[in-house]
């Protein structure tokens, strides 16, 4: 599997938590797009394999115009074979969605979106300084089934300071009540630089206590598989059948193309990342430059570490795979303590993996650290 990454760098307005490389400057838009076709066709031919997944991140992709996306889709069909049945997903911010623009997205070619949605709670959404409502939320998946989208990803954030264990519920269950396909749920984090840590510092802000922020993850984890999703990464809630490929893409460790500014990449062993600036990446570009802001080849025991790190993570360590390229056996590596995790109930081997159950998940970290230990000797 291939998988293909654009990076759409603007936003209507800055979150304060969120440390992904966006700016405001919607005027930009147009240029952008030029350029980004230029990087398309760069890339063309750089790898063989037909890809299995597209994906339009950002930043706010649902910025773009149905008529920009077509265009910039059409590119990468010039450059790459698609799978028949290539998954392509988009992001889109509940406040910039309309009829038309799903309408044309989809005509265009895109058959998953994912909504950051984050929370239903007013309270909860100003404190994350989102664009939209909760009610728009709601809207955006009801014009979402009407464009035809069957496929529908919501983000959803717990552990934010102002969220009370009710309050988590009454998100769960509202999200709940939309039937989205597939949920991400993902614990508020501090990233250093952005404005909300620079709250945490100066004190503005309380991050609740780890027992709390468990607490609320054991939430989720409950109440989401009860509902009848899966729960097949740290972060990740899947219907039957609706995983995110391109996801998974990323966690088996496998190849991906990316384009568009900060955007990483992995071919061949070889990792790439874009220029982290709009200017930076856009002067390479148009002088027909890869804009790579760095590579990084991976040695054996790099590609050992991130291959357990991933897999642990998702969907389990495939025993095979490390057998055959590594030379591992992972139930002898990772004795004592695998022996251990599985009489505790939290690894069990499911087709042909190693994977964390519910209870795995929840100690996911200590886990994760004890693996790379173990195999690192
Ligand atoms: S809308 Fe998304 S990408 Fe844009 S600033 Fe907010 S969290 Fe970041």
Known sequence: MLGYYLHIPFCDKKCTYCDFYSIESKGLVERFVDSLLREIQQRAASNEQSVSSIFFGGGTPSLLTPEQLSTILDSVRSTVVLAADCEITMECNPGTVTPENLIGYRAAGVNRLSFGVQSFVEEELRFLTRIHSADEADDAMRLARAAGFTNVN????????????????????????????????????????????????????????????????????????????????????????HRCRHNLTYWHGEDYLAVGPSAHGLVGGTRYWNHRS???????????????????????????????????????????????EFGIDLYTALQP?????????????????????????????????????????
């Open 154 to 241: 919501m983000d959803l954030m717990f552990a934010l300071p102002p969220q009370t264990m009710e309050t988590l519920a009454y998100n769960i269950d509202r999200m709940l009540a939309l039937q989205p396909n597939h949920i991400s749920a993902y614990s508020l984090v501090y990233e250093p630089g952005t404005p909300l840590h620079a709250q945490k510092v100066k004190g503005a802000v309380q991050p609740h206590p780890e027992e709390l922020d468990a607490d609320m993850y054991t939430m989720v984890i409950d109440r989401l598989t009860s509902a009848g999703y899966e729960q097949y990464e740290v972060s990740n809630f899947a219907r039957p059948g």
């Open 337 to 377: 303590d695998l022996g251990y995790w599985m009489d505790e109930g939290m690894i069990v081997e499911q087709n042909g993996k190693l994977r964390l159950t519910a209870r795995g998940y929840q100690v996911c970290d200590p886990i994760t650290l004890k693996v790379e230990e173990l195999l690192g000797r």
């Open 278 to 324: 709009l200017t930076a990446w856009t002067q390479k570009v148009d002088a027909g430059e890869l804009p790579h802001a760095n590579t990084e080849t991976l040695g054996a025991a790099e590609r050992l570490t991130e291959l357990a790190f991933l897999t642990l993570r998702a969907d389990g360590m495939p025993i095979q795979q490390f057998a055959e």
